[in-house]
T-cell receptor
Framework: DAKTTQPPSMDCAEGRAANLPCNHS???????VYWYRQIHSQGPQYIIH???NNETNEMASLIITEDRKSSTLILPHATLRDTAVYYC??????????FGGGTRLMVKP | NAGVMQNPRHLVRRRGQEARLRCSPMKGHSHVYWYRQLPEEGLKFMVY????????ESGMPKERFSAEFPKEGPSILRIQQVVRGDSAAYFC?????????????FGPGTRLTVL
């Protein structure tokens, strides 16, 4: 079973920032926070991951709280193509990923 | 740099036949993972392999399913005597390893339909 909890769905206006929260209250010290998304029935797409520090790449930013019990994925300027199911996952490096229900993000014009 | 490749993309089998799903990892990746997604459900881990070794098969059904990742060639997920309940999307992922660059990259999947 997934160890993270996410809201089942969110809406975001096109062009605005999408902030997707995740709680991982049982994360252990050597587990990373990973974010993936799945657009329709395609293969999951890696977005970003981090251990302790905030991270940023060309797709998104990841904010991890100091106690690491929660994180937020930020898509700075959401587009219609960002409509997808977003998953946050705690996992040790190299281990399997346990997918929960994710957050279904709907970007609206 | 080509991504993870899977073939076939769609596979139709009749009950009792065998299904062979192939996965070629990204260049330089020696770790392969297989996941299954049943209709309207989330992805479930099946098996984790490194070259010539099964590292974790805790998610794989004990019967009819097997996986290999030979020294040369793609990883193969084999399902013998398929049943209708095996109809699903099967995704393969690969990664560099267990260091900081340990993210898994997924292929497009193989959609198996059992008639």
């Amino acid at each position: 079973d997934a160890k993270t909890t996410q809201p089942p769905s969110m809406d975001c206006a096109e062009g605005r920032a999408a902030n997707l929260p995740c709680n991982h209250s049982t994360i252990s010290g050597n587990e990373y926070v990973y974010w993936y998304r799945q657009i329709h029935s395609q293969g999951p797409q890696y977005i970003i991951h981090g251990l302790k520090n905030n991270e940023t790449n060309e797709m998104a930013s990841l904010i991890i709280t100091e106690d690491r019990k929660s994180s937020t994925l930020i898509l700075p300027h959401a587009t219609l193509r960002d409509t997808a199911v977003y998953y946050c996952i705690d996992s040790k490096a190299g281990n399997m990923l346990t997918f929960g229900g994710g957050t279904r993000l709907m970007v609206k014009p | 740099n080509a991504g993870v490749m899977q073939n076939p993309r769609h596979l139709v089998r009749r009950r009792g036949q065998e299904a062979r799903l192939r996965c070629s990892p990204m260049k330089g990746h020696s770790h392969v993972y297989w996941y299954r997604q049943l209709p309207e459900e989330g992805l479930k881990f099946m098996v984790y392999l490194q070259k010539e070794n099964i590292i974790d098969e805790s998610g794989m059904p004990k019967e009819r399913f097997s996986a290999e990742f030979p020294k040369e060639g793609p990883s193969i997920l084999r399902i013998q005597q398929v049943v209708r309940g095996d109809s699903a999307a099967y995704f393969c992922a690969s990664s560099l390893g267990q260091g900081a660059y340990n993210e898994q990259f997924f292929g497009p999947g193989t959609r198996l339909t059992v008639l």
